[in-house]
């Protein structure tokens, strides 16, 4: 029996799949930093209300993703290594927060390519975004615009509170969803003094005439 034929075989085999799989696990790597780059950067172009600059960067982001994917496949460890799962929430995040603020049609997760625990987390952080666009509507008197905003992130967080699952399925849901909802309190009590002060004006304003 040549034994050491056997280990030198063994020893192929595990460089040849080990090298496949590292080369896999630097793609997506790289892929998911150029994603969450361009989703961030997409959603600082919402957040001005740049919407064609917005739509072409989560395109590059899309592009990005489907290179992660393919680098993947056939790597089930790799894929389920927590940075893809990241970089998919911010790319749900990215996409949701368009559709809020320009007033879209809600992306679906099958729509988008993403997984469920990322798009639920994704949609997530959308709501949570909602806050800046609304405190610069509070800024330029647009409070009924701030007050629909508010009532969207309350539908949104009225969705997670209903997924009662444990977090290793959810992908840390829940801790998302209770940042959220301190998220909604705040700018709840900002849209509340803005109004109150609106009020207050009117009232003195007719007071005075």
Not at 7 to 19: G, K, P, Y
Not at 178 to 185: C, G, Q, S, T
Request: with cysteine.
């Amino acid at each position: 029996m040549d034994r050491a034929g056997e280990i030198a075989a063994v020893r192929e085999h595990a460089r040849s799949v080990l090298d496949a799989k590292h080369a896999a696990r630097e793609v997506t790597l790289a892929a998911c930093r150029q994603t969450i780059q361009c989703c961030a950067a997409a959603i600082r172009a919402v957040q001005r209300e740049e919407f064609t600059a917005a739509e072409g960067l989560i395109g590059d982001a899309a592009a990005h993703l489907a290179r992660a994917d393919a680098a993947v496949a056939g790597h089930p460890d790799v894929r389920h290594g927590g940075y893809l799962h990241d970089a998919k929430k911010e790319f749900a995040e990215a996409c949701c927060t368009l559709a809020f603020v320009r007033g879209d049609a809600l992306p679906l997760p099958e729509t988008i390519g993403v997984d469920l625990p990322a798009y639920l987390n994704g949609i997530a952080e959308a709501a949570s975004e909602l806050r800046r666009h609304s405190l610069d509507c509070l800024r330029a008197d647009r409070l009924a615009r701030a007050e629909e905003l508010l009532g969207v992130m309350d539908e949104v967080y009225s969705l997670l509170v209903t997924v009662d699952y444990p977090d290793a399925v959810t992908g840390g849901l829940r801790r998302t969803t209770d940042a959220l909802r301190a998220v909604i309190e705040r700018t709840r009590g900002d849209l509340t003094n803005a109004l109150v002060a609106q009020r207050l004006r009117a009232a003195i304003e007719a007071a005075g005439s």
